[in-house]
């Protein structure tokens, strides 16, 4: 029986089971099963199709092992239309898999705020989550930018470089395992009108001089993973999120790995 559960969970159908939440039922034999019921509950917000699509689908096949390996449930939603206080209060944890703040509905934008402010739930965001600025027909979202330090997105490198990023709170349980520094290969670097460093803890930033191949697209002090300690929700931000590629890179799953279990904690 062992056997058969095991079967199923390394198939497709664990991304599935994952995505439901259900709770593991694991049998030893017919007379005798036991339940397992998550440690945590877990929502990630993704985007639904574009450049970012590949990049959000194998984040789904790795949560579902990791789900698994944690015992944490998670579910994913494509928009914000579902997000109210009431839907927010059934997670620990809030992931924003390159989904952009903007096009956020007036209710979802406010629920979001308290559970941030207010530590109702931890947070971790990737990427796109730092699109901030006037985009698609959208305003900027104010407190969004105040939540990522008071920066506003310019320019990205569009050829694609890879870099060294340097780890600064080795302490600290996100950077856990990750040593001084780690490689990331063909990322798109966004920079921001101002480092985020005064308004946050920085724990890794990209050393610009190790661009490779080398570009102008610069912008000198260059965080690229922090958390803002003036929120009580605890909460991670992880500009690297554009190629399904990450997650055959070891330091970037460590990364998120103890990115979920510090953040989750209540």
Same mark, same amino acid.
Request: charge should be negative; charged fraction near 15%; proline fraction near 5%.
């Given at each position: ?11 497709? *159908?664990?991304?599935? @089971? $994952? ?19 998550? *440690? ?16 959000? %689908?194998?984040? *789904?096949i790795?949560?579902?092992?990791? $789900?698994?390996? %944690? ?9 914000t %239309?579902?997000? =109210? =206080? $009431? ?6 944890? &809030? ?35 730092? @699109?901030?600025?006037? &985009? =698609? ?6 407190? &969004?930018?105040?939540?990522?330090g ?14 060294? !990023?340097? +780890?600064?709170?080795? /302490? ?5 395992? @990750?040593?001084? /520094? &780690? ?9 921001? =009108?101002? /480092?985020?460093?005064? #308004?946050?803890? +920085? ?11 080398a ?9 690229? !993973?922090?958390?803002?300690?003036? !929120?009580?929700?605890? #909460? ?6 554009h190629?399904?590629? @990450?997650?055959?890179? #070891? ?7 103890? /990115? ?7």
């Amino acid at each position: 029986m062992l056997h058969w559960v095991h079967s199923i969970l390394r198939s497709a *159908k664990l991304v599935h @089971l $994952a995505g439901l939440g259900f709770a593991l039922l694991l049998c030893s034999s017919f007379a005798y099963c036991q339940i397992i019921q998550p *440690k945590f509950h877990v929502v990630a917000i993704a985007e639904a199709g574009g450049i970012h699509k590949p990049f959000v %689908d194998a984040a *789904k096949i790795w949560l579902a092992h990791e $789900a698994q390996a %944690d015992g944490f449930s998670i579910e994913y939603i494509e928009n914000t %239309d579902k997000i =109210d =206080d $009431a839907f927010l209060s059934k997670y620990q944890l &809030f992931l924003q898999l390159n989904y952009p703040p903007y096009a956020w509905t007036p209710a979802a934008a406010a629920a979001f705020r308290r559970y941030i402010e207010e530590g109702r739930g931890g947070w971790i965001g990737f990427h796109h989550a730092t @699109l901030l600025g006037e &985009f =698609d027909g959208y305003p900027m979202w104010p407190w &969004f930018s105040t939540f990522m330090g008071g920066i506003r997105f310019t320019k990205y490198i569009p050829t694609f470089v890879s870099g060294k !990023v340097i +780890v600064e709170a080795p /302490s600290h349980p996100v950077m856990r395992n @990750l040593g001084g /520094s &780690f490689e990331i290969n063909d990322e798109e670097w966004y920079t921001y =009108d101002k /480092s985020p460093r005064p #308004n946050v803890h +920085v724990l890794a930033s990209v050393d610009e001089n190790t661009y490779t191949p080398a570009t102008s697209i610069k912008m000198g002090d260059h965080p690229v !993973v922090w958390t803002n300690e003036h !929120v009580k929700a605890r #909460n991670v931000y992880i500009f690297m999120g554009h190629h399904a590629e @990450l997650f055959q890179n #070891n330091a970037f799953t460590t990364l998120f790995h103890n /990115s979920i279990l510090w953040a989750a904690q209540q």
